[in-house]
């Protein structure tokens, strides 16, 4: 029994791949946005070169406004998945499933739904964050003598941040059919 939530959640996911495709690579490029940000931030060879602690600052800048902007943008698509599913949910509701179990299925999917993204963003962000650092010390007119490490610090920071923003969204979408009967969750 204990595997039904999470088979339900993964099956519910790609049933409707046409709603939640476009939220994981909405996360996917928010998370790479702000990892390649964040690391370059972190990034002690840049801060070396001449110029670089103001590219590091205002870096570090851009990051925390991307932070922001994902918050807004993953907060708006995830109202518009919930405002798709509710339906969906309201049905389960009217067949006798209970909002606890509801709740359980949107945990599970919320969880699955964030590793996925955040994952292919992390990992798309580790490759062309290499490229963005060779580039960045070519306009600042450094050169890369070390070779170029992997900040392990913005992994954590990543995946911190989209942790906390992928709770909050559970929180809203569990408020949401909480709060809701299943008469107006079928509306």
């Known amino acids: ?50 110029g670089g602690s103001e590219t590091t600052l205002m870096l570090s800048f851009g990051s925390n ?32 499933m209970e909002k606890r179990h509801i709740a359980k299925i949107l945990l599970f999917e919320t969880f699955f739904i964030a590793v996925i993204g955040v994952l292919a963003g992390l990992i798309v962000g580790a490759v062309l964050n290499w490229a963005s650092f060779l580039l960045l010390m070519k306009l600042l007119g450094g050169s890369a003598t070390e070779p170029f490490t992997m900040n392990v610090e913005a992994f954590y920071l990543t995946a911190l941040l989209f942790a906390g923003i992928f709770l909050l969204l559970y929180l809203n979408n569990l408020r949401q059919v909480q709060f809701s009967s299943a008469i107006s969750l079928l509306k």
């Open 1 to 50: 029994m204990k595997l039904f939530y999470p088979r339900f959640a993964l099956d519910a996911i790609r049933k409707n791949k046409r709603l939640y495709i476009p939220f994981i690579l909405t996360t996917a490029f928010v998370s790479a946005m702000y990892f390649i940000l964040r690391s370059l931030s972190l990034s002690e060879m840049l801060q070396d070169t001449f």
């Open 65 to 96: 406004v991307i932070a922001i902007f994902a918050v807004i943008f993953l907060f708006y698509t995830g109202s518009f998945l919930m405002k798709q599913r509710k339906q969906e949910f309201g049905l389960y509701s009217v067949l006798g």
